[in-house]
């Protein structure tokens, strides 16, 4: 990156953090959406009505993100993935999930400089998206390790399955959800596994805070509900009569995400799971030989 292209994301960067600490006093200051209408009108999902679910076909382009990839099979971007504007899935997103627009436009900016596209004028494929320690990155809550399976939209079935089975809580309405402190103790997990059966394991700081973010999304947009959160992960699709759990005007911000991110990130054990880690490396070796 050179200096000016350095200093022009800085400048973009602090409008769109400025951005979002308004839109974040913003939500202090107005009525919640009513249950039953966050999704915008005229828009998919409106009334909990999602368009028909189609699972991928041969040829079609699917990424890491479960969320993205439920989007596509409902048709809400491209079916088959591909050639997807940056421009408007800021705004699908932004509608499907009721996240803030500071946000939503945050996150497809940074995939376009991660792909080295423009954020107006390109494009790109779901599968773009798997580019290794760009965004996607090892000891994820949903996949293997790149290492282990280069193709990082095949979902593992038995980290969600466990994970999903973590639930500590119950909702007001006596639904099973996963806390901030499941998510904590099943990412330490992860973590110490993958660091251990994974030759090639990394994990950046940046990559961290990016797996809590995930983590954190699944615990404000779907609540932490359990049966919401397998039928999005595990079918990578959206359930009918659902719609975002964020019912804030201005939708959820990055200052409040960062929130339940680092609540998530700081109550990470790795350590504590270091035995376990221990015997996986041990399984793992015993099949390889």
């Given at each position: ?20 600490v308004l839109l ?132 593992h079935v038995p ?46 700081l940046s990559h ?82």
């Amino acid at each position: 990156m050179g200096f000016f292209s350095g200093v022009s994301h800085f400048v973009v960067d602090s409008g769109i953090m400025s951005w979002d600490v308004l839109l974040t006093l913003l939500n202090l200051m107005r009525r919640k959406r009513k249950v039953g209408h966050v999704t915008p009108e005229g828009h998919p999902g409106y009334g909990g009505s999602w368009p028909e679910f189609r699972p991928p076909k041969e040829g079609d382009s699917r990424c890491a993100c479960p969320a993205l990839n439920a989007m596509a099979n409902h048709g809400i971007i491209s079916r088959n993935g591909r050639e997807i504007s940056f421009v408007e899935l800021n705004h699908h997103i932004r509608a499907t999930f009721n996240f803030s627009a500071s946000f939503c436009t945050y996150t497809p900016l940074y995939a376009s400089r991660m792909l080295k596209k423009s954020y107006t004028k390109d494009t790109f494929d779901l599968e773009d998206l798997n580019l290794h320690n760009g965004i996607e990155h090892d000891a994820s809550l949903c996949r293997l390790d790149t290492a282990l399976q280069p193709d990082q939209s095949v979902k593992h079935v038995p980290f969600l399955e466990e994970m999903l089975a973590l639930s500590t809580a119950k909702d007001k309405h006596g639904n099973a959800i996963l806390t901030t402190k499941d998510f904590s103790k099943i990412s330490g997990k992860r973590r110490a596994v993958a660091r251990a059966v994974n030759k090639e394991f990394s994990l950046a700081l940046s990559h961290k805070i990016f797996a809590s973010t995930n983590a954190a999304i699944l615990l404000t947009i779907f609540g932490g509900r359990v049966d919401d959160m397998r039928t999005v992960l595990i079918e990578e699709r959206l359930p009918e009569g659902w719609e975002s759990r964020i019912r804030q005007p201005h939708g959820l911000t990055l200052l409040n995400c960062n929130k339940t991110t680092f609540a998530v990130e700081f109550g990470i054990r790795e350590k504590d799971w270091a035995e376990v880690a221990q015997e996986e490396a041990k399984g793992k070796s015993a099949v390889t030989v």
